[in-house]
């Protein structure tokens, strides 16, 4: 049972990256999926979450400092689920990983610097 992440990078302010988050051992279509994040020196933050389109209605939510500009989505016959940055800022620098209320995947780093 294993979520990983995969996609991150450098990129210069006002650039994009796409995260991936793909599942093994287990499927992904009855879970919530959250994004999280944590740079350091800072508590982790929950920057996205979608909800299971089995039993729920498949829909997102977004914290403040990334609601407009990251688009989170899911892709259950690929049992994967995405994080689309857009826009991106120094203060979006962190590690990100994908995880459901059970699994915890490991992370990705996205630096943003110019």
């Known amino acids: 049972v294993q979520l990983q992440a995969s996609g991150g990078g450098s990129v210069q302010p006002g650039g994009s990256l796409r995260l991936s988050c793909v599942a093994s051992?287990?499927?992904?279509?009855?879970?919530?999926i959250g994004w999280f994040r944590q740079s350091t020196g800072e508590e982790r933050e929950q920057i996205a979450c979608?909800?299971?389109?089995?039993?729920?209605?498949?829909?997102?939510t977004y914290a403040g400092s990334v609601r407009g500009r990251f688009t989170i989505s899911r892709d259950d016959a690929g049992n994967s689920a995405y994080l689309q940055m857009n826009s991106l800022k120094s203060e979006d620098t962190a590690v990100y990983y994908c995880?459901?209320?059970?699994?915890r995947g490991r992370g990705t780093l996205v630096t943003v610097s110019s």
């Open positions: 995880a459901t209320d059970s699994v």
């Open positions: 051992g287990f499927s992904l279509n009855r879970y919530t």
């Open positions: 979608i909800a299971s389109n089995t039993g729920s209605d498949g829909s997102a």
